[in-house]
């Protein structure tokens, strides 16, 4: 990362350091996941515990380190901490305060970016709270940053993850939170045009598959979930399926109110449950327009 950090984007190494810097990461991920896993062979749960318990106190050194140096901080989450303080805009303001983390800490941290702006998504139960990992900005360079919305998420269909990245890049023109919302009426128009193609059979079937797992065996369900029912569909043709497989379908215009993508026959594009789709976008453009219309704090 620090490599990169030098390099301009054009540079021939700047693909395989990106992969090997996110294959680091995954390796880490993926070992701290384990310890914590009853079954693993090398796992321990007070290992697990230990690391969550060091990260907890090397997070609060250095909130308070940014605090003392007169930083607000927004939010903070694992092993990122975000700090606004007014007039700072550039890398270098930063500097002293990443430096005096690491003496603090003994860690070395790495800056990611300065954002324009960023929107820390509030909890559905109490919207005074932020979600810890859901949140979407735009660094001074237009990039964009986003964790925990559709964009993310595997069950969310390709439709609605390229319209709402495709939101993002429009409001990532935004430098302020005024600009912000006055660029709604430009995703607005983005929406509403991305319903009449799909209102008029232009949206390829691929793109609004749908892929969730079963959570149980499908005689287990009382109500069963559309996974359950494309399941029953293809069960009823030979197929058998345990808890934890996934299924994709298309949501449909039938008794079942799904269509399974493996059947053999497909499904003709007039019987898509178009509502339904309607329903997957409009939670997708909520997510990211909300903390405007709910007067939500950007900074």
């Known amino acids: 990362k620090n490599i990169l950090s030098d390099l301009d984007p054009r540079d021939c190494r700047v693909e395989i350091l990106k992969a090997r810097a996110s294959a680091l990461k995954w390796l880490l991920v993926v070992c701290f996941g384990y310890l914590g896993y009853k079954n693993a062979r090398f796992g321990k749960i007070?290992?697990?515990e230990a690391v969550t318990a060091m990260s907890r106190e090397l997070m609060l050194q250095a909130k308070e380190v940014a605090e003392d140096?007169?930083?607000?901080?927004?939010?903070?989450?694992?092993?990122?901490?975000?700090v606004q303080q007014e007039?700072?805009?550039?890398?270098?303001?930063?500097?002293?305060?990443?430096?005096?983390?690491?003496?603090?800490?003994g860690i070395p941290i790495a800056l990611e970016g300065v954002f324009k702006w960023v929107a820390f998504l509030a909890s559905k139960r109490d919207a005074r709270v932020p979600v810890p990992n859901q949140y979407f900005g735009a660094f001074q360079d237009g990039t964009l940053k986003y964790r925990g919305i559709e964009l993310r998420r595997r069950d969310t269909t390709t439709w609605v993850r390229k319209i709402q990245l495709s939101a993002l890049e429009i409001l990532a023109q935004a430098d302020t939170p005024q600009e912000f919302a006055d660029l709604i009426p430009n995703v607005t128009a983005l929406v509403e045009h991305?319903?009449?193609?799909?209102?008029?059979?232009?949206?390829?079937?691929e793109?609004?598959?749908?892929?969730?797992?079963?959570?149980?065996?499908?005689e287990a369900y009382k109500t069963p979930s559309p996974a359950a029912r494309a399941a029953r569909q293809l069960q009823a043709r030979g197929r058998?399926?345990?808890p934890g497989q996934s299924l994709e379908f298309l949501f449909a215009r039938n008794a079942s109110g799904v269509?399974?993508?493996?059947?053999?026959?497909?499904?003709d594009s007039g019987k898509l449950d178009t509502k339904r789709y309607y329903k997957l976008l409009d939670r997708a453009m909520q997510t990211i327009l909300d903390p405007v219309r709910s007067h939500l704090k950007l900074f």
């Open 87 to 105: 007039g700072f805009h550039r890398p270098s303001d930063f500097a002293p305060l990443m430096n005096t983390i690491e003496e603090k800490t």
């Open 46 to 48: 007070e290992s697990h």
């Open 240 to 242: 058998q399926f345990a």
């Open 69 to 82: 140096m007169g930083f607000t901080v927004l939010h903070m989450y694992v092993d990122c901490l975000f």
């Open 207 to 218: 793109e609004l598959v749908v892929r969730q797992r079963l959570s149980r065996a499908i």
């Open 194 to 205: 991305a319903k009449r193609e799909l209102r008029f059979g232009r949206v390829p079937l």
């Open 259 to 267: 269509h399974a993508w493996e059947l053999d026959e497909a499904l």
